[in-house]
């Protein structure tokens, strides 16, 4: 990484961090709002990249179809889910006659997958950030959101570095020609590592080591799983970033990447397995 775009990159980071510490651990409606907004960033950027593939998605459907599906999630438990999909999907059908675009299928099809597994990973990490909510400052859904976080950090810094060292054997040439085995595990011993000090330091009450290990194989395979699934639809339809959204960093897509895979998948392991 060049030295002009670690001073690029510097100033999202010095205020970015700290105030996402800050809304995680101490608020409630803000961490809503932010991330359901960040879902509609990513959104908006996978509605705006398929485009030169031909592809023309129903950006006002596909928004509705992820609010309703998000206030669903937040709101009403998942209750009215089957309605909002069945109602969604045939509204882009039916619209998509008086559109009169070329690709149909590929314009249906990027809208309702976009919105749903979107609205699915956002709302869910969410709700991973509400575990124990009190009203009160702090809390343990605070705490397992900046577990994700550092796991995913974790590995990325580690993937990076030693990756860029040492990395010879590529994992997934056809979709991310730099990422190397070498980097990919190193990562996820990372993710292990930062997941093991967090459980010794108490941050997860009545979480242990094999939890630990789980949640750091999730943040360490799942998280780069995510990264990895960006990069090939950005390949396949040949762009560097999702947008220019953040200086330095990209778009909102790509600083959430890894969070889209490993936090529901975190969420679901706290609430069913552990039974937090």
């Known amino acids: ?12 980071t010095i205020i970015g961090i700290p ?42 459907l596909g928004f509705s179809l992820y609010l309703s599906m998000v206030w669903d999630q937040l709101f009403a438990n998942g209750l009215y889910m089957g309605s909002i999909l069945i109602a969604g999907m045939l509204l882009l059908l039916t619209w998509e006659m008086f559109r009169k675009k070329t690709h149909v299928l590929e314009n249906v099809a990027s809208t309702f997958f976009g919105a749903v597994f979107i609205a699915l990973a ?3 990490f969410i709700k991973l950030q509400q575990i124990g909510y009190d009203g009160s400052g ?26 860029s060292a040492i990395g010879k054997h590529k994992i997934f040439p056809r979709v991310s020609p730099n990422k190397s085995w070498e980097g990919s595990i190193s990562g996820l011993i990372g993710s292990l590592i930062a997941l093991v000090l967090i459980v010794k330091a108490g941050w997860l009450p009545g979480l242990d080591y094999v939890d630990a290990v789980v ?6 395979v799942a998280g780069q799983l995510g990264d990895f699934a960006e990069s090939m639809v950005k390949r396949d339809v040949g762009v560097k970033d999702s947008s220019n959204l953040l200086p330095g960093h990209g778009g909102a897509w790509d600083r959430l990447d890894s969070i889209l895979f490993a936090a529901p998948l975190s969420y679901l392991y706290l609430t069913l397995v552990v039974g937090l």
Do not use: Q
């Open 1 to 12: 990484m060049s030295m002009k775009n670690v001073i690029k990159r510097a100033p999202v």
């Open 19 to 60: 105030a996402l510490i800050g809304f995680t651990l101490y608020t409630y409606d803000v961490f809503m709002l932010f991330f359901t907004i960040a879902g509609l960033l990513i959104l908006g950027e996978v509605f705006k990249i398929v485009r030169p593939n031909g592809t023309n998605p129903n950006i006002w």
């Open 122 to 124: 956002m709302s869910y």
């Open 138 to 163: 702090g809390h343990l859904g605070g705490y397992a959101v900046l577990t994700v976080f550092i796991g995913v950090w974790a590995c990325d810094t580690l993937a990076y570095f030693i990756g």
């Open 215 to 220: 949640l750091g194989m999730i943040t360490g």
